[in-house]
């Protein structure tokens, strides 16, 4: 997911461990983002209520999301 957003796997931890994005475990060894989670995260970033680090990271989250029929 990272890849796709165009942002590094440490912005995506730091998202988590602030909880703006939650994880659930699907199997012991492996985490996953939940969808609805990131669309909450995006609604955030239309509303101005958290500060853009990266540039687009809304357009290209929607496009991931897309993408995954999601």
């Known amino acids: 997911m990272a890849r796709a957003l ?3 796997t440490r912005t995506i931890w730091k ?3 602030e909880g703006k994005l939650k994880r659930v475990h699907p199997t012991p060894r492996s985490s996953r983002v939940t ?3 990131l669309e909450a995260f995006l609604r ?3 509303k101005g209520e958290e500060e853009v680090r990266v540039k687009g990271i ?3 989250a929607r496009e991931v999301l897309k993408r ?3």
């Open 68 to 70: 995954f029929g999601l």
């Open 44 to 46: 955030s970033l239309e």
């Open 6 to 8: 165009g942002l590094s």
């Open 35 to 37: 969808r609805e989670s």
């Open 15 to 17: 998202l988590i461990n």
């Open 58 to 60: 809304a357009d290209r």
